[in-house]
């Protein structure tokens, strides 16, 4: 017996796919932007965005890890093409904090500056120009140690290469 071709689906039924397309897709993007944190157990990235001011953690952890492995490449945390070096120089972990741009001034996307361990230098990938490890001719964002010993960068300000 030939069946009757059916109407439109029940109002009912499309207002539940539509909300359970909108969970699945908020529960993914979720697990996508925090995957990270989750399976390392650490806390999300501590940024101020109202303010501009990055805090990547404690002194005398970043200053540990920066003196075993060299100055830490933080990228932009808004996806555009402002990454930087934290890096410390000295004893004090208060003190002698810079926080240097990776590209020299008005440079391509593909120009950057690699760290080299073994001089203690950052050296241009397109010119092959030398920077000393504090990162003079370079720009760079003002650095403070707030009140918790936590490392604040300011990345609303950018300082010219002197």
Not at 68 to 79: C, E, K, V, W, Y
Not at 85 to 99: K, N, S, T, Y
Not at 107 to 136: I, Q
Not at 138 to 161: S, T
Request: glycine share 12%; with cysteine; aromatic share 6%.
């Amino acid at each position: 017996m030939p069946v009757a071709p059916g109407g439109p689906p029940p109002l009912r039924q499309v207002v539940l796919l539509g909300l359970g397309v909108i969970m699945t897709m908020g529960t993914i993007l979720f697990f996508v932007t925090q995957a990270d944190t989750l399976l390392s157990g650490g806390s999300p990235l501590d940024v101020d965005a109202g303010e501009g001011i990055y805090r990547p953690g404690e002194t005398e952890d970043l200053a540990e890890a920066i003196a075993d492995i060299g100055p830490l490449l933080l990228p932009d945390l808004a996806g555009g093409d402002d990454d930087i070096f934290l890096q410390h120089l000295g004893d004090d972990p208060d003190e002698g904090w810079v926080a240097i741009a990776v590209r020299p001034q008005i440079a391509a996307r593909d120009c950057f500056v690699a760290w080299k361990p073994d001089d203690r230098t950052f050296v241009d990938s397109c010119d092959g120009t030398v920077y000393p490890e504090s990162g003079d001719g370079l720009p760079h964002h003002p650095v403070e140690v707030n009140r918790d010993d936590e490392v604040e960068i300011n990345l609303d300000v950018v300082v010219p290469p002197s």
